[in-house]
């Protein structure tokens, strides 16, 4: 679930440990958070991710998939690769870059999502979605903890 990415944006934009001498933040990176749960009632931390967005605006990014309530312009149930979908062409941009991460945590079924949302663009870029995320694990830029 949420937690192991709820600690890592602790480091990043709350904890001590990830300031500098001078108060800024050690991350100068862009971390972005896709979210899902049935209920909007469900939706955990949401306090400290309207926080971080606040301090760090160009640094932090949130994006809620709330499957029971929320529907995509199709009119289709709104799970988290429905909402990636609306951003492929940024997030493949930056799965291109070096020092981009994907990390995934919850349901088994999340990765086939990835291959869904991810498929077509890479396609259309000449690569096979599974292939592109193998090289990905393999550079340990694909983390996956899934039960």
Request: overall charge neutral; charged content about 30%; glycine content about 6%.
């Amino acid at each position: 679930g949420i937690a192991p990415i709820r600690s890592y944006c602790r480091l990043l934009f709350h904890d001590k440990v990830g300031a500098d001498s001078d108060g800024s933040r050690k991350f100068k990176g862009l971390a972005w958070l896709f979210m899902g749960v049935p209920y909007s009632k469900s939706l955990l931390y949401d306090d400290e991710h309207v926080e971080y967005k606040s301090k760090y605006p160009d640094q932090f990014k949130y994006d809620y998939a709330v499957s029971r309530e929320d529907k995509n312009a199709a009119g289709q149930k709104m799970y988290i690769q429905t909402k990636m979908a609306e951003y492929t062409e940024e997030l493949w941009d930056l799965m291109q870059k070096p020092n981009t991460h994907i990390y995934m945590c919850g349901l088994k079924g999340m990765e086939s999502g990835m291959e869904e949302c991810f498929s077509p663009i890479a396609e259309k870029n000449g690569l096979v979605w599974s292939e592109f995320a193998k090289k990905m694990k393999k550079d340990k830029r694909y983390h996956v903890e899934v039960y």
